[in-house]
């Protein structure tokens, strides 16, 4: 068990909703960071905040958006979803903003139909 | 990012140590070499990392060669729940590469008994 908790742990919605997943840290973490992980992409990052802010960003898609709250939990929203959206979401977090030791949450998978 | 070379797949026997080589050709002066794994469809886990000096901890031992342009990984005593798949990232740690970490396509390692 990382210490990440990660909700929901299964996802399945159509093509065209939006959804939101969430993320809570380690105790002590300041950092979170978003990864997808699909079957033709692999493991790929998205997004990290520190304490608050937006930090880094990989090759997240506009339809995609992230924030950190006061509690420093995060929320990866995701709208007009697509087939190719389906993946492995996951969180990860450490205790400082160049930490290359993360530590990762369980995952949500989304399935979009 | 140095780009890093590791071989798809490997066997090992249960007990016996598994080493997976890493090949960091292009590495520079201040990226470090960490090391994950993840055990189907579970989230990565924080293996090791190094800058040039050999590491050990609990989990494993990293032997980075003198010249950096490569390093193993090796699981001393493997165990079936090793099996998983093993991924070499090269990184600077901080600068503007912040805490992302990019992750190739990794060595499937199947522990057999």
């Known amino acids: 068990d990382s210490g990440v908790t990660q909700t929901p742990k299964h996802l399945i919605t159509a093509t065209g909703q939006r959804v939101t997943l969430r993320c809570s840290p380690r105790s002590g973490d300041l950092s979170v960071y978003w990864y997808q992980q699909s079957l033709d992409q692999g493991l790929q990052f998205l997004i990290q905040y520190y304490n608050g802010e937006e930090r880094a960003k990989g090759n997240i898609l506009e339809r995609f958006s992230a924030q950190q709250f006061p509690d420093l939990h995060s929320e990866l929203n995701l709208s007009s979803l697509e087939l190719g959206d389906s993946a492995l979401y996951f969180c990860?977090?450490?205790?400082?903003?160049?930490?290359?030791?993360?530590?990762f949450g369980p995952g949500t998978r989304l399935t979009v139909t | 990012d140095a780009k890093t070379t590791q071989p798809p797949s490997m066997d090992c026997a249960e007990g016996r140590a598994a080493n997976l080589p890493c090949n960091h050709s292009?590495?520079?002066?201040?990226?470090?070499v960490y090391w994950y794994r993840q055990i189907h469809s579970q989230g990565p886990q924080y293996i090791i990392h190094?800058?040039?000096n050999n590491e050990t901890n609990e989990m494993a031992s990293l032997i980075i060669t003198e010249d950096r342009k490569s390093s193993t990984l090796i699981l001393p005593h493997a165990t079936l729940r090793d099996t998983a798949v093993y991924y070499c990232i090269a990184d600077p740690a901080g600068g503007t590469s912040y805490g992302k970490l990019t992750f190739g396509q990794g060595t499937i390692l199947t522990v057999h008994p």
């Open positions: 190094g800058l040039k």
């Open positions: 292009t590495i520079s002066g201040n990226e470090y």
């Open positions: 990860a977090s450490s205790v400082g903003a160049s930490a290359y030791e993360q530590y």
